[in-house]
T-cell receptor, first 107, second 113 residues
């Protein structure tokens, strides 16, 4: 089993929709979790950090479920500019990234 | 300069050439990383340096040779590459255990001809 697994998508949603992605992880000792956004042919950029149960920043909410070992990212009121690949990471020393979930927001 | 800076941004090299990629971080981090990302593929961790000591080498071919002279600089020396090595090479840095996340450079887009 991979350390971090994500649904690759793509998720095609209309503008204004709410969309959620999940990321499962295998190492129960992980202490910090991150969502990154990666635009086409660009570097990943840190979007949200999760250290306890969850975190909210505007339209974005990240939740951690330790019992089931997954983190989720919820995007409300999707914008065209949210179209990107979203990567999750468990923040371990080995820098384990999921393969990413591609989101395409359509007009 | 702030953040993580990578040079060059683009590089085209022949299979017999020798070149080096450079990464510099201005964040006070003490761990640095090299990643490879081929077209439409996930990030592949290549090397990890913590406190200037290589702590991870993910079965990378010897034609890739990293160097970390200090905690702010990281190099990737390239020689006799293959066309399949064409990819985006990303450098990242973090504090020693990555607890606060990772900061990436803009990458070097490498084409081997």
């Amino acid at each position: 089993r991979k350390e971090v697994e994500q649904d690759p998508g793509p998720f095609n949603v209309p503008e204004g929709a709410t969309v959620a992605f999940n990321c499962t992880y295998s190492n129960s000792a992980s202490q910090s979790f991150f969502w990154y956004r990666q635009d086409c042919r660009k570097e990943p950029k840190l979007l949200m950090s999760v250290y306890s149960s969850g975190n909210e920043d505007g339209r974005f909410t990240a939740q951690l479920n330790r019992a089931s070992q997954y983190i989720s990212l919820l995007i409300r009121d999707s914008k065209l500019s949210d179209s990107a690949t979203y990567l999750c990471n468990t923040g371990r020393r080995a820098l384990t990234f999921g393969s990413g979930t591609r989101l395409q927001v359509q007009p | 300069e702030t953040g993580v800076t990578q040079t060059p941004r683009h590089l085209v090299m022949g299979m017999t050439n020798k070149k080096s990629l450079k990464c510099e971080q201005h964040l006070g981090h003490n761990a640095m990383y090299w990643y490879k990302q081929s077209a439409k593929k996930p990030l592949e961790l290549m090397f990890v340096y913590s406190l200037e000591e290589r702590v991870e080498n993910n079965s990378v071919p010897s034609r890739f040779s990293p160097e970390c002279p200090n905690s702010s600089h990281l190099f990737l020396h390239l020689h006799t590459l293959q066309p399949e090595d064409s990819a985006l090479y990303l450098c990242a840095s973090s504090n020693s255990d990555g607890y606060y996340g990772y900061t990436f450079g803009s990458g070097t887009r490498l084409t081997v001809v």
